[in-house]
Every structure is written in structure tokens, then in C-alpha cells.
């Protein structure tokens, strides 16, 4: 099965319900939508929210991806006014030219979707992704107070051969006393 629960699915353009589809037909009904959104996967079809129906990925198209459903669309256009109060900065005012607001968005409502897509894919959250990373740092020992960090990367097989080098070169450097300790962090991958 090639979609998983929560994905809106656009519906094939040629459904018909005199084909096959996965071992099922389509019912008039089903024919008549254009998009649906997958409620539970099964062995061999799927359950969505806009019918009882059975779908199978025969009678689907793909990820309905950049689609926006008026709501959305009457969403985003409310977020654009009230972020850009004076139309500074507007993707729209910038783009309308000469012509007012709802002139451009009645006349031009392709290019006012391509900007809202735009901006909603701007503004989208991105998924945050996360790696284990090593750290040495180089202790004063009168202090306690951090004087070097060193990142070693993710090889923590030879964590103290590495500690040790990282000491005697920071040591070879400087007077005093020192000492090194490790840490495994968790940081942002960049």
C-alpha cells in the first residue's frame, strides 16, 4: 500500500466503474471526487473520510501535495493581510502592480494560488532532525572553569585515546594544570 493514514490522495481523473481496480470497482459515487483522505490502511485497500468506500492505490493518482482547499487558501490570505498590515512586503501587493488587491485577486486567481502555495511552503515547519555528537573539553583543574571544547564527532570506540590527545596538545600549549572529560550531546543536525 503506498499511503498511510492522514494523506490526502487525489482521486485518477479516468476512474471508471467498469475496470478493475486492485481486484475492486469503482461505484458512481466515488467517481465524482476529485481528492480524499486516507482514515485506515488495510491489507489491500484503504477506508477515507469522505465515504464508506473501499480504495484501492489503482483508483488513486497521487500525494496531493501543493493543493490548498479554500479553507487553507482563506487561511493563508488572512495570515499575508495581517503580517503585512500596510501591503509592505505583501508576495501579492508585490506582485498585482498597478491593479488593487481585489481586482488582481478576481482576475489573476492562478497566480494568486501560486503565491499562496508559495508562502505556505515557505511557512511550513520543518521537521527538526537530531544526531549524537561527542564533545572533549579541557577543564582548568584550580577552577573547574572550561578553557577548550573540542567536537569529536560520532566515533565514541576511542573516546579516551581521543581525550588524551586533545589534552596533551592543549597542554603543550598553555601552563597550569588540566584536565579532559567527554559528552555526548544532542544537537540540531545543520
Known amino acids: 500500500m503506498k499511503y498511510k493514514v492522514g494523506d490526502k490522495v487525489r482521486v485518477r481523473s479516468n476512474l471508471k466503474n467498469t475496470v478493475l481496480y486492485g481486484g475492486l470497482y469503482a461505484v458512481d459515487e466515488m467517481l465524482k471526487k476529485k481528492i480524499v483522505t486516507i482514515t485506515s490502511v488495510h491489507d489491500d485497500y484503504y477506508k477515507v473520510v469522505e465515504d464508506d468506500y473501499k480504495w484501492t492505490d489503482g483508483m488513486l493518482e497521487g500525494l496531493v501535495e501543493d493543493e490548498l482547499t479554500a479553507e487553507e487558501a482563506t487561511k493563508i490570505l488572512s495570515e ?11 508576495p501579492i501587493s508585490e506582485a498585482k502592480g498597478k491593479m488593487t488587491c481585489q481586482s488582481f485577486r478576481r482576475d489573476k486567481t492562478e497566480e494568486v494560488l501560486e503565491i499562496l502555495k508559495r508562502w505556505k511552503k515557505d511557512h511550513e515547519k520543518k521537521e527538526v532532525e537530531t544526531e549524537f555528537t561527542w564533545c572533549v573539553l579541557i577543564i582548568e583543574a584550580d577552577t573547574h572553569t572550561l578553557k577548550h571544547e573540542e567536537n569529536v564527532g560520532t566515533d565514541f570506540k576511542s573516546m579516551d585515546a581521543k581525550k588524551a590527545e586533545i589534552l596533551k596538545k592543549y597542554c603543550s600549549e598553555h601552563d597550569g594544570k588540566y584536565y579532559a572529560i567527554s559528552e555526548r550531546r544532542c544537537v540540531v543536525k545543520e
Open 80 to 90: 499575508i493581510c495581517c503580517e503585512n498590515e500596510l501591503c509592505g512586503g505583501c
